[in-house]
Nanobody
């Protein structure tokens, strides 16, 4: 049973930074690409960033490119999302997810992922 637990969310002023963490268990973490998604009130969940199983390839939504950085530590079974230059429009619940197959590249669509965390709230005040 795969378990993903996010942490690090909170309230921050515009221009500030947060680092989200997602601890994984129940699967050989180093074989699976990971992704971060977010869902704002009244909106659909959207892709934010993805990272390959080795960490060698990363992908970002245009809206966060240059401000957010995804990384992973396979020894700690953890994926991170460093968020700098936060804007009020970044306010959302952030979810981490793991792709459904080993050595599968990160996907920008939800259906490429088969396990999700419970989410962590990020609120950016103006």
């Amino acid at each position: 049973q795969v378990q993903l637990v996010e942490s690090g969310g909170g309230l921050v002023q515009a221009g500030g930074s947060l680092r989200l963490s997602c601890a994984a268990s129940g699967r050989t973490f180093s074989m699976y690409s990971m992704g971060w998604f977010r869902q704002a009130p009244g909106k659909e969940r959207e892709f934010v960033a993805g990272i390959s199983w080795s960490g060698g390839r990363t992908y970002y939504a245009d809206s966060v490119k240059g401000r957010f950085t995804i990384s992973r530590d396979n020894a700690k079974n953890t994926v991170y999302l460093q968020m700098n230059g936060l804007k009020p429009e970044d306010t959302a619940v952030y979810y981490c997810a793991t792709v459904s197959k080993i050595y599968y590249s990160p996907r920008t669509k939800e259906d490429g992922y088969d396990a999700w965390g419970q989410g962590t709230q990020v609120t950016v005040s103006s």
